[in-house]
């Protein structure tokens, strides 16, 4: 039978309300449990390959509702083992997924966004503006994608052990869709990872950050890349909404509902921008009292951006800084290069909806 117009597409459904929706079908509501197994366990996208569900269910799905994942127009594999989905999002854009393969775990990338608004300097999402948020059904199709290719390895395990929301996009601006993704990602039907193993990124909008710790507190990285406002201002601009000491105190709230965890802050390495020990102490400074660890991030360039990458040194110098007051400090490995899968260059192809980029050419910004 074919899809009615307005079907439904299970992949935009956390749980509960798939539970809702089979129970508008006139079934019961373990139902949605097998359904969500089917879906995202399996990644089965044919109703009528889902044999424990009775015939006269499969047809009545197959009227009112589709399994609907962004159309997948490119694989690409890296010599390191990362691999990148390119996915086509509709009206020219596509976002980018990417695997990386380390040791034991194996993380995927996901993006929230096509484009983003909040315009930082060093990030190639940043540059090409903003289009849309992408739906739930669009970020958990990232996953559904990858785990459909990727599986389980010999033991049984999946290969995909920790997502993190660092592609394109501020996860945090997209809330609601984010949201539901993350119940299906945490979910035991669905993919089943431990709140310890997702991990979102934000360069810091804080009133969400407060709704996000009340919903599930997930693993939590915030984007800082300046020890003070000043900096952070131009680099990070959402920061005059948003300054640091509200963006810290928000940090350690979130703490609270996950008490034995701590903030990673990431910090992108701009030779001579932010770059210094100096810099370094300054940091030391803002974030006494937050438990937190540190990510270096060395900048990767892109066409067209203003900055250079630190120089190794100078990254010793401000990891040694914070690594002798105690902390935990890694250095981001630059991954999947030659596929331009690293941070910051998961370019995908964003149509500019808020015209961003011309208007700030037109004012003589850029
Ligand atoms: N919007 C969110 C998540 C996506 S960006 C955020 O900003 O946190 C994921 C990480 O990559 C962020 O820390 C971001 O600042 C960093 N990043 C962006 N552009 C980069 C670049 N050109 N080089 C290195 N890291 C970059
Ligand atoms: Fe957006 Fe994050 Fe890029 Fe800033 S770093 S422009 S918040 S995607």
Redesign the pocket.
Known sequence: MEPAIEAVNLLDLNLAQLEAFVESLGEKRFRARQLMRWIHLYGQDDFAAMSDLARSLREKLAGRAVIAPPRLLDTQASEDGTRKWVLEVGAGNAIETVFIPEGDRGTLCVSSQVG?ALA?T???TGHQGFNRNLTTAEIIGQLWWANRALGRDPKGERIISNVVM??M???LANFECVDAALDIMLDDFGYGLSRRRVTL???GIVPALDRLRDRHPVAL?V?L?APNDALRDVIVPINRKYPLAELLAACRRYLEAAPRDFVTF?Y?MLDGVNDSTAQAHELLELVAGTPCKFNL?P??P?PG?QYRRSRPDAIARFRDVLMQAGYVVTVRRTRGDDIDAA??QLAGQVQDRSRRAERLQREGLQ
């Open positions: 983003c930082c060093f990030c190639s660092m592609g996009g501020e996860p990124s934000t360069s990285a984007s890349h990431e992108v991030i900048f990767n892109f951006s941070c910051g």
